[in-house]
């Protein structure tokens, strides 16, 4: 029988992706979107053919419309409200989008026994120095007076959540009774990513192809490690499928550190680009006092690796090459 999936925030860069996976699948795929920083035009190629958008927040379709879940099994969970740039524009929305709507998706989850995968985020290690960042290690936060902390603990609070009623699930009666796992990604990129909301890649990739500076925040000698996209979506569907991942949490990303100067070093170069680097300080970039809690931000892999046989098959300069073109 054809398996019925919904993800929510489908419509954005990596649920788009990951309709197209499931889609390749043979999966029948409905997908929840605000469109508030998604784009129908990232899933249009997909749409009519066992594949259906609903516009609207998730927590309100459900509600009108919670025939939609009937025969779902799978829910992955990516709607969110997500970028520096906008987080910091909007931490009061950020707040409630991510916490509200979660709530909504494993609530009506639970009635219908679907399992929802979670999209949590690197960002919960907060201000956490121990690299590389491993899922038992401690969240560390600023005090409240920091905007950027409300995306970090919305994240954090999501996963208390998702983890509560995974347990209860269980509590509930057994194998066919829904659950939950949690998926922390770090840095994803790829195609249909856009430069607007604070990501790095799109800035830097568009600021190279149009000849003007590549803007690196602070010294440049904060690391990251950027994972494709293709292999993020991989390792999505595998912690689903697996029932031994259920109510866990997983590290999802690449090992691959650079720093910032160096990628914008890579961007220039593999573009043959005659643009420059320009350094901005933090508080200039986006408000005095900002902070940038991670000089470091390295994910261990080894729980995915283990559990579900997580390789990366694209390695950064790969991606790098293939959105320049
Ligand atoms: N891209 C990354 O590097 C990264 C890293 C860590 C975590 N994540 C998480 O992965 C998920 C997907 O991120 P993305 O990069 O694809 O971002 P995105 O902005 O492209 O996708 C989010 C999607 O959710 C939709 N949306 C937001 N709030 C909604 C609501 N209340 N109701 C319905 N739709 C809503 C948006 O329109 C958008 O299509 C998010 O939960 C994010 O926190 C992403």
């Known amino acids: 029988m054809q398996q019925k999936t919904l993800i929510t925030g489908g419509a954005g860069f990596i649920g788009s992706h990951l309709a197209e996976r499931l889609r390749s699948r043979g999966e029948e795929v409905v997908i929840i979107d605000d469109l508030s920083t998604g784009n129908e035009t990232n899933i249009a190629h997909l749409l009519g053919n066992d594949c259906s958008l609903i516009k609207g927040r998730v ?98 609070f999501d996963e208390h959540l998702a983890l509560s009623y995974h347990k209860q699930a269980q509590g509930s009666g057994g194998k066919s009774s829904g659950g939950a796992v949690v998926a922390r990604l770090f840095n994803t990129i790829g195609p249909r990513q856009v430069g607007h909301y604070g990501m790095v890649v799109p800035r830097f990739v568009a600021a190279a192809l149009s000849g003007k500076p590549l803007e690196v925040y602070g010294d440049g000698q904060q690391t990251r490690a950027f994972c494709d996209v293709r292999d993020v979506v991989g390792a999505l569907v595998g912690l689903m499928e697996n029932e031994h991942c259920h109510g866990e949490v997983f590290n999802v990303g690449s090992e691959e550190e650079v720093t910032i100067d160096e990628l914008a070093d890579r961007v ?58």
């Not at 609530?107 to 960042?133: F, R």
């Not at 593999?270 to 940038?292: N, R, T, V």
């Not at 729980?303 to 990366?312: Q, V």
């Open 268 to 325: 220039i170069a593999l573009s043959g680009s005659s643009s420059q680097k320009q350094h901005i300080a933090f508080d200039d970039a986006y408000e005095p006092g900002f902070e940038d809690p991670f000089r470091r931000r390295v994910p261990d892999t080894s729980k995915l690796r283990e559990t579900i046989g997580f390789e990366r098959e694209f390695g950064l300069n790969e991606t790098l090459k293939e959105l320049i073109a």
């Open 59 to 156: 927590s309100e379709v459900l509600t009108a419309q919670p025939e939609l879940l009937d025969g779902v099994r799978h829910i992955y969970h990516l709607a969110a409200s997500v970028g520096v740039q906008l987080v910091k524009d909007n931490p009061a929305a950020t707040i409630q989008n991510n916490v509200h709507e979660t709530g909504a998706v494993l609530e009506a989850a639970h009635h219908v026994n679907a399992v929802v995968l979670i999209a949590s985020s690197s960002e919960v290690y907060g201000k956490s120095a121990d690299i590389p960042l491993r899922e038992d290690g401690d969240l560390i936060y600023g005090p409240p007076t920091g905007p950027r902390w409300s995306y970090a603990l919305s994240k954090a």
